[in-house]
């Protein structure tokens, strides 16, 4: 009598099984490793390219020691260097769903407080994006790379000259866009849970930056700014990542996690 080796039904059942559960568990920490990954390399990029730019710009313009040589008027600059991007740099503006509102896309899932759970949002409105013209409430711009790779939101309630770090102004804030399928995905008319967790997030794939009047371009958390978190200044706090600090998952604060992934070495390690 030949006896025959091998698996029952339910024996195969219950493997199929316990694969499946295991994939479940490990699918969601794989993907994510995968969406920091992309996105801090993109950043790199994109500071990388906006230091470029910021350079390219002064010397065409003349500017030969700071910014104030050649856009010396307070909100002069970062139109100018919208305008530059799109023109010179084949910069593309971002369709915006605004129609006029003066808030539009949803962004940053915050705690209220100590403990909370992520359930607020605070705007992300990239209003004003059409070159050439004066735009709209306060005149910023939404512009993606010729490779499609980012975006940057030039002049986020921001445009010079009212902060500086030891007599060097601030000429313009910008947000980096590391994931451009995240762009238009929420509206104020229409926020499901599901859009608005695809919103932009600061800290995750939406970095702040500043160009400086030196041509500097300095990340959100520089130590340059000194002194203690709620100093004189809302743009200018100085990375502090613990529990309730600026980049920290605890208080839910990511405005200041720009710095954090470059001292990690261009890596998104936090927990967000």
């Not at 305008?83 to 605004?98: G, W």
């Not at 007599?167 to 590391?178: C, P, Q, S």
Request: hydrophobic share 35%; glycine share 10%; charged share 20%.
């Amino acid at each position: 009598m030949k006896r025959l080796i091998g698996f029952t039904l339910a024996e195969v059942l219950i493997t199929v099984g316990i694969i499946g559960v295991v994939a479940a568990l490990i699918t969601p920490g794989i993907i994510e490793n995968i969406e920091r990954h992309r996105n801090a390399a993109i950043l790199q990029r994109a500071y990388g390219d906006l230091q470029n730019y910021v350079y390219m710009f002064a010397a065409e313009n003349n500017c030969t020691t700071s910014f104030a040589d050649c856009t010396p008027k307070s909100g002069e600059f970062y139109k100018k260097f919208a305008k530059y991007l799109h023109d010179k740099q084949k910069f593309r503006t971002v369709p915006s769903s605004c129609d006029g509102k003066e808030k539009c896309y949803k962004w940053l899932r915050y705690r209220k407080s100590t403990g909370a759970p992520l359930t607020g949002f605070r705007w992300f409105c990239p209003i004003g994006s059409d070159i050439g013209g004066a735009g709209e409430g306060s005149g910023e711009y939404y512009l993606m790379s010729p490779t499609g790779l980012y975006a940057f939101h030039i002049g986020v309630f921001m445009s010079d000259n009212y902060y500086n770090i030891k007599g060097d102004h601030f000429r313009a804030r910008i947000h980096i866009l590391t994931d451009m399928s995240r762009t238009g995905i929420c509206n104020l008319e229409a926020c499901a849970p599901e859009q608005a967790d695809r919103a932009p997030q600061l800290g995750r794939n939406l970095f702040e930056v500043y160009i400086m009047n030196s041509k500097k371009v300095l990340p959100n958390g520089t130590s340059l700014c000194g002194g203690i978190r709620d100093s004189w200044a809302y743009y200018c706090h100085p990375l502090d990542n613990s529990e309730s600090g600026n980049c920290s998952y605890e208080s839910g604060d990511y405005t200041a996690c720009m710095q954090q992934v470059i001292n990690d070495g261009w890596k998104i390690k936090y927990k967000y």
